[in-house]
């Protein structure tokens, strides 16, 4: 197809299309069914190129950034990357963020601010001896 030595082979014995090449889409791709790849990564010219994948070795699910700063930052209120409002941040530090607001909680490995609710951290135990542990 087109020089290059590549090939798109339909192979009955798997129902499926074999290429050989790299499949380059622009604009949006549609699948109805499970989609398996060894991972997902941003371009490398994109900012903080980021990766989500696992390995064969363990069942982790790797969620990694090159740059530094937030590695996961979930979001509502919008659907563009980047943009409505954070719920909850993990920082390259090891830091976690949860709640609204997190103006100053840069240091604190975890911050939590209900904003306007009347509960901070609720937590229920069926252990009658122990519901939290905290050491200074």
């Given at each position: ?9 339909y ?23 499970t ?5 997902f990564?941003?371009?490398s010219?994109?900012t ?89």
């Open positions: 197809i087109g020089g290059a030595a590549a090939t798109l082979i192979t009955h014995a798997t129902t499926s299309w074999d290429m050989n090449k790299p499949l380059n889409v622009t604009g949006a791709g549609t699948f109805s069914g989609v398996d790849g060894q991972g990564r941003t371009t010219g994109s903080d190129y980021s990766l989500l994948s696992r390995n064969s070795t363990n069942t982790a699910v790797y969620i990694q950034q090159a740059s530094t700063g937030n590695i996961v930052d979930f979001r509502y209120g919008s659907q563009a990357a980047g943009q409505g409002t954070s719920a909850m941040i993990i920082k390259d530090t090891g830091e976690v963020a949860i709640g609204a607001n997190f103006t100053g909680y840069d240091g604190q490995i975890l911050a939590v601010n209900s904003g306007t609710g009347d509960t901070v951290l609720y937590g229920q135990s069926s252990d009658a001896n122990c519901f939290a542990s905290f050491r200074i």
